[in-house]
């Protein structure tokens, strides 16, 4: 079992920067690809970005390419979202997932955890 935790929301004017946390506890978090996704109103949960388990591989989703970063940090059993040049149709509730294995994925299937989501809010 892996407990997810994301912080680090809020609301952010367009162009500002936030950056989003996930600490997992439970399960060796090393063992595990990590990966974000986002829900806004009325639409379906839909992937952003992922790592694996060494953190030597990434992979983004087009929407957020040359934005956002995704990072981790093994010793501290954190993921990380760096947001950056954040726009309007970036709000949404953003969860951290893990995935059980070794490679990256975007499915959202394959992922056998979930945080509870952290809210983010882009001002025009």
């Known amino acids: 079992q892996v407990q997810l935790v994301e912080s680090g929301g809020g609301l952010v004017q367009a162009g500002g920067s936030l950056r989003l946390s996930c600490a997992a506890s439970?399960?060796?978090?090393?063992?595990?690809?990590m990966g974000w996704f986002r829900q806004a109103p009325g639409k379906e949960r839909e992937f952003v970005a992922a790592?694996?388990?060494?953190?030597?591989?990434?992979y983004y989703a087009d929407s957020v390419k040359g934005r956002f970063t995704i990072s981790r940090d093994n010793a501290k059993s954190t993921v990380y979202l760096q947001m950056n040049n954040l726009k309007p149709e970036d709000t949404a509730v953003y969860y951290c997932?893990?995935?059980?294995?070794?490679?990256?994925?975007?499915?959202?299937?394959?992922?056998?955890?979930w945080g509870q989501g952290t809210q983010v809010f882009v001002s025009s």
């Open positions: 997932a893990a995935a059980a294995r070794l490679t990256i994925t975007t499915r959202r299937d394959e992922y056998n955890y």
């Open positions: 790592i694996s388990r060494t953190g030597d591989s990434t």
């Open positions: 439970g399960r060796t978090f090393s063992s595990y690809a």
